[in-house]
C-alpha cells in the first residue's frame, strides 16, 4: 500500500484510560494551582519511543515493529520533572523498557528508517509552555504501576488548537 505524502509519524506506548485518568488528575491538581500553558489533552498522553517525522510508507515501519519481540512489561510512573519549558510525569528506569527501545531503533537504523536519535528519556509530557507558580509543580507527583501490553505507530497531524494522535497499527505482546 503506498501514500501519496509523508505522514508524521512516531512509535510510542498508549495507556489505558485508568493511567491516563492518573495523569489527567496531576494535570488537574496543577490547574488548581494556577498553573496555565498547553496540556496535553487527554488522547495525547504517551511515551515516544522513536520520533519518526515525516515518512511515505507507515507499513515499513510497521513491519519493523512486528520483527520485534515485544513481551509486554511493567513500569512506574514517579515523579515530576522538566525539560526546560516542558513538564512531564517521570518514569523510573526500566531495563525491558530500555532494551526494547534500543532493539527497536537499532532495527529501524538497519532498515534505513531515519529517527530523531536523541537520547532516550522515557516520559509523559503533561503540558507545555507553562505560566505561574512553576515552584508548586515539584510539588505536583504521581506514582502509577503500569503494564504495557502493546507499542503503537501513531500519525500525528499538527493543528493550531493542537495535535491530533491517531493510532495506525500496533503490535501485542
Known amino acids: 500500500m503506498a501514500y501519496n505524502s509523508s505522514m508524521r509519524l512516531f512509535i510510542a506506548l498508549s495507556f489505558d484510560d485508568n493511567v491516563k485518568d492518573a495523569l489527567v488528575q496531576v494535570q488537574n491538581e496543577m490547574y488548581a494551582k494556577g498553573i496555565r500553558g498547553n496540556y496535553t489533552s ?9 520520533f519518526i517525522g515525516d515518512y ?23 515523579g515530576i520533572g522538566n525539560f526546560g519549558d516542558t513538564w512531564y510525569a517521570g518514569i523510573d528506569d ?16 538497519e532498515k534505513g528508517i531515519r529517527f530523531d536519535s536523541k537520547a532516550f528519556r522515557p516520559h509523559v ?3 507545555r509552555k507553562p505560566r505561574g507558580d512553576l515552584g508548586s509543580l515539584i510539588s505536583s507527583s504521581i506514582h502509577k504501576d503500569v503494564h504495557v501490553g502493546h507499542v ?13 494522535y491517531t493510532e495506525i497499527g500496533c503490535v501485542y505482546e
Do not use: C, W
Open 42 to 50: 487527554y488522547d495525547n498522553l504517551h511515551v515516544t519511543l522513536a
Open 56 to 78: 511515505p510508507e507507515p507499513l515499513d515501519i510497521l513491519d519493523v515493529m512486528e520483527d520485534i519481540p515485544f513481551d509486554g512489561f511493567d513500569l512506574t510512573l514517579n
Open 125 to 127: 509530557t503533561l503540558i
Open 94 to 109: 526500566n531495563q525491558e523498557l530500555r532494551s526494547y527501545v534500543n532493539m527497536l531503533r537499532g532495527a529501524l537504523r
Open 152 to 164: 503503537s505507530l501513531m500519525k500525528s497531524v499538527l493543528r493550531r488548537e493542537g495535535p491530533i
